[in-house]
């Protein structure tokens, strides 16, 4: 076994990996960039070098400054993780140019299954099933044209060097053909290097389940069972699984020996995933091969009671094996939520800013949490916006979804916005539950997921009330000055002499603004606030401590937890989470543009393309500018008639978030 290992990533997967090496006495180097120097994977390694500025073209997936901090510290061996370099074959060969051993395939397989055409010419050749389409070398536009009319829409641009859903497009008619090859070689260039594509006849209903397979030095290999990831936002994972849904014993066996089939025909080493298609006639086509570590990883070590990381370092130290493949079981069932911060009302659009409140649900045999953030932290623009996997088990797969349930609803943060509500709408829907999935689960659910249950959160006003009448009266006591303490110039309880107390405020609510009047009721221990919200009214009680509201309406009694940021509020309940602010005065100011719109950028990103000239009349949904956030392409589209005045941003242009890109005059 090694004796000190450098991991070449960040955030949870490099304290993921750090957990298993302390666990075996193994002592860990970690690299990070300047945005990353208080990072908790560098706070967790007993080494930290910083390799410089924030970009990741500049400090990750720099590998000469990687191979540096292996020599400076003497680190044996590199895990890449998942994503920067741990795909990269011209990596692997430069550790092992400098005795470095690359904890991974060999860099020949790593560049086998790194272009996908190329991957699919080898799997057809070791007889792995493969979805029809065309994988060759010509890439003139007229010639995918053709491939796609010969195949028969619709169909599936992918990015040959591609992964997690860039570079690809799905393209229903001819029509759509040119622009749809022209937007997925610009993600593919800006994520790969690469804009060539291949063309794959589109499955409508199949189920997206890869096998974990296994290879050590000494010619073995297992396979550890399937995963189910069906459910997918902008073809990424949301909600893993596994063993997957419905799988017999036979298609687990055929699955997992035609993995074992596409490993063996690149003489395989270490981790790696196959992930196949799965039509509904029980057919399955060789998608691609993922050669790392996996992010849903964590699925498959719940149900076979193994340390993949470990797996992963006994095999690159030369190791055989732990296990054959008829010592391997599964044992229950196991769920992987992806904790994100980014906005699934808007498209999924990345989201940045501060964690100012971080509070995970318990960890326990049955819930698992996988992070590299603390409260307080910042996530940035630079990296992928994933806050946590959230992993949980037990004995069966419904017992299972209720532990993933209900760990969601104790998820709680605030700051920026995340998916923990839609990942509770998923997990409990009764598709999901009844586990009818295929890729298009999301667009075909799409009004159950997206609800915002807006009935639930007006029934929570009087909390947020009552929160707010407590808090003003706290920093009343707080701001309390000179000797009368009695004085009822130092009392914010609303008190008026001979008239019952009353507080006439309003609350916004998504957007809605609600006029919430308390009257005050009774005096001492029988003190009670009457609230009136949404024609509802009910009397309430209670005490705040710190974040904690203790609170009792109509006799019912309940706990929450309110946070303040920015001037809002977030409210967690039963019912999941709830921002609000107190509506401010108006005061009768004139918007400041005279009818102009201002665009704000919707994340921090690059300006890619501008797709009109300014003083040029558009039409409503007309694309006017795209831009570029975490490698993935957001377009701008107009919500109206009318005419682009000014751009602020060129091509190139670096742009945060919140910013104006444009001045449009409406029709």
Known sequence: MFNKILIANRGEIACRIM????????????????????????????????????????????????????KATGAEAVHPGYGFLSENAGFALMCIENDIVFIGPPAAAIEAMGSKSAAKSIMGDAGVPLVPGYHESDQSAGRLARAAAETGYPVLLKAVAGGGGKGMRLVQ????????????????????GNDDMLVEKYLSRPRHVEVQVFCDQHEHAVYLFE?????????????????????????RRQMGEAAIL?????????????????????????????TRLQVEHPVTEMITGQDLVEWQLRVAAGEPLPLEQNQLQIHGHAFEARIYAEDPDNDFLPATGSLVYLQPPPESRHVRVDTGVLQGDEVSVYYDPMIAK??????????????????LSEYRISGLTTNISFLYNLATSEPFVRADLDTQFIEKHHASLF???????????PLASLYLLLRMEQSGQDRVRGDDLFSPWNSSSAWRLNEPAVHNGAIVLNGTEYDVPVVEVGSGDQRRFRISAAGKTVLATGELKGNELYADIDGYRQRVVVVPHDGMFTLFSPAGAMQFALARPDYG??????????????????????????????????????????????TIRAPRDGTVTEFYFEAGDQVSGGEDLLKFEPA
């Open 19 to 70: 957990r298993t090496a302390r666990k075996l006495g193994v002592n860990t180097v970690a690299v990070y960039s300047d945005a990353d120097r208080d990072a908790l994977h560098v706070s967790m390694a007993d080494e930290a070098v910083n390799i410089g500025p924030a970009p990741p073209r500049e400090s990750y997936l720099c590998g000469e400054k990687i191979i540096e901090a292996c």
């Open 451 to 461: 609800h915002t249950s807006n009935d639930a959160r007006v029934r929570d006003l």
């Open 227 to 251: 995963r189910d990831c069906s459910v997918q936002r902008r073809h990424q994972k949301v909600i893993e699984e596994a063993p997957a849904p419905g799988m017999t014993e036979s298609l």
């Open 173 to 192: 008619n001819e029509a759509e053909f040119g622009d749809a090859l022209a937007a997925a070689k610009r993600e593919a260039v800006s994520s790969f």
């Open 262 to 290: 596409a490993a063996r025909a690149i003489d395989y080493e270490g981790a790696g995933t196959v992930e196949f298609l799965l039509d509904a006639d029980g057919a399955f086509y060789f998608m691609e091969m993922n």
């Open 390 to 407: 959230l992993v949980t088990w037990d004995e069966n797969r419904e017992r299972a979804l209720g532990r993933l349930a209900r760990a």
């Open 589 to 634: 100011e004139e918007d400041s543009q005279s009818g102009a719109a201002a665009f704000a950028a919707p994340m921090h990103g690059v300006v890619v393309k501008q797709l009109v000239e300014a003083g040029v009349m558009v039409e409503k949904n007309q694309p006017l500018v795209i831009m570029e956030a975490m490698k993935m392409e957001h």
